[in-house]
């Protein structure tokens, strides 16, 4: 159960063709330092009797201002959007919240398409093949609209199909295009999957309907396999920690493990591992209500090993990779764990549990140690997983440790390329004190008020000696309480991008 908004997005070599005939609710003009000399605009300005450049010049005075022009004669667009475009020296969040806006504007207009000329210009060390995929994503991923639980106000996404307008590229160079779109516009999908499954109310997202929709995923994706295991299975594989964060719910917690074997037979995967509290009380350990309604998406973590996992099958990427999706619902009631008690993981571990609000802990614990029968090359954990990172490091990025510095760099690198951004955070020896108790192997929380985000990592680094990992919390970038409560699809696209980049050799 993939989930995307576009029905097509195309490209069109305008160089031949003009754009005055072009026939679409919104025609988008970036207009930056090349556009002037560009052919095809120079034509539909001179059919405008020069109306489009006087209003550029009036009007478009600050990179990203814009201004609409609606129909004019001769011109068969419906509406005209002309946007002043970014400079090259300013970073990538900047060109993808242009973009945004203008998917923004597509759906306010009520537009069944939009066709995009975004230029030549691209951010410093991009180049035009980077432009369109991003054109590609951020369009599909932002006429987006969530409407599944809405009935008779329900707004739903006008916009349809996108078209990027390109002029003056080789046969090779068009060929190279359709394909970066065609990757922009998979990584969108994802994005939107990831962000269907967090915008769902927690009691429309249980682990058991999660479940379903996984298994929905290999009719449309039949090169995915799909295992799902129930508690009764998890408890014989010895998933104590897991579980005690499902024994206060009737909704009983399940986990998904997703294989995609893309790449070579002999190439070892690298797995991803999700974090799916479908619903986070906190447990005995119970949170303030206010904002409490936000706790549907503490299941970001998942959404984003499922949404990946829907884009490398689009694709065909040539890759191989294994998602582990961990879903429970964490409820206060007799059956609750309660702090104090002790748990074994899957590990062998126990665990003094002395908050069950510090409950995503408990549940990747086990799918870390599950992951090892994969012998994987990489693992990459990510959970909603600590207030904690939202002080230290606010809503523009996401928190990275690891125990192996390059996949760390990798990581950094994937999130400054796709603009979806981390940033690192130590893990060093002595953070380890933390897990510390007299009352078995570990403890989930320690060391106070201090360092919360790396504490929660020092824990889960005891059950990810046998290879390298990295831990991505996205607390702070998963989902906004302002100016609208949403989720974004994050980290989607800093992991796509790691994954079909081949970053992690």
Request: contains cysteine; proline residues 4%; positive net charge.
């Amino acid at each position: 159960m993939a989930y995307k908004v576009l029905n097509n997005v195309s490209l069109k070599d305008v160089s031949t063709s003009g754009l005055a005939s072009l026939k679409t609710d919104l025609l988008v003009l970036v207009i930056n330092n090349n556009t002037k000399t560009n052919k095809s605009f120079k034509d539909l300005n001179k059919i405008s009797k020069n109306y489009i450049s006087k209003t550029i010049q009036t009007h478009l005075k600050d990179a990203g201002s814009s201004v609409l022009i609606p129909k004019l004669n001769n011109i068969n667009a419906s509406n005209i959007l002309l946007v002043k475009g970014k400079d090259p020296n300013q970073p990538t969040h900047k060109w993808l919240s242009m973009y945004q806006s203008i998917a923004h504007k597509g759906n306010q207009l009520k537009a069944k398409d939009i066709s995009v000329m975004p230029g030549n210009v691209t951010p410093k060390g991009k180049n035009e093949m980077w432009l369109i995929e991003m054109v590609a994503k951020t369009i599909e991923s932002n006429v987006y609209i969530f409407s599944e639980t809405v009935n008779k106000t329900a707004k739903k996404p006008s916009v349809k199909k996108l078209n990027i307008l390109v002029s003056g590229l080789s046969k090779s160079e068009l060929n190279n295009a359709k394909q970066a779109a065609k990757k922009g516009y998979a990584i969108g999908e994802g994005v939107n999957t990831a962000k269907y499954l967090g915008d769902l109310p927690a009691n429309h997202c249980t682990p058991k309907i999660i479940e379903r929709k996984v298994k929905a995923m290999t009719k449309d994706f039949p090169k995915l396999k799909v295992k799902t295991f129930n508690e009764n299975q998890m408890q014989k594989m010895g998933m104590g920690s897991f579980l005690s964060v499902s024994r206060g719910s009737e909704e009983p917690a399940r986990m998904m493990v997703i294989e995609y074997k893309g790449g070579k037979s002999s190439e070892k995967p690298i797995a991803l591992v999700g974090k799916g509290v479908t619903f986070d009380t906190g447990g005995v350990s119970i949170k303030p209500s206010p904002g409490m309604d936000e706790m549907k998406w503490d299941m970001c973590g998942a959404a984003t090993v499922f949404g990946v996992m829907s884009m490398l099958a689009r694709l065909n990427a040539n890759v191989n990779v294994v998602g582990v999706m961990g879903c429970a619902e964490n409820m206060c009631s007799s059956k609750a764990t309660k702090p104090g008690d002790v748990v074994t993981s899957m590990s062998g571990q126990t665990i003094e549990i002395l908050n069950t609000d510090a409950e995503g802990r408990l549940i990747l614990a086990d799918c870390l140690t599950y992951v090892g029968k994969y012998k994987p090359s990489y693992v990459i954990d990510m959970a909603t997983l600590t207030g904690a990172v939202v002080i230290a490091l606010g809503r523009h990025a996401s928190g990275v440790m690891a125990n192996d510095q390059n996949l760390a760099d990798m990581i950094i690198e994937s999130g400054e390329e796709s603009g979806d951004r981390a940033w690192q955070l130590p893990l060093w020896d002595e953070h380890q004190s933390c897990t510390k108790t007299k009352y078995a192997d570990l403890a989930n929380i320690g060391g106070g008020r201090e360092a919360g985000t790396i504490h929660a990592a020092a824990f889960l680094s005891k059950f990810t000696n046998e290879y390298k990992w990295a831990h991505i919390d996205i607390a702070a970038t998963a989902s906004y309480s302002t100016p609208v409560k949403a989720g974004t699809g994050r980290p989607v696209p800093l992991i796509s991008e790691l994954l079909l980049s081949k970053r992690l050799k």
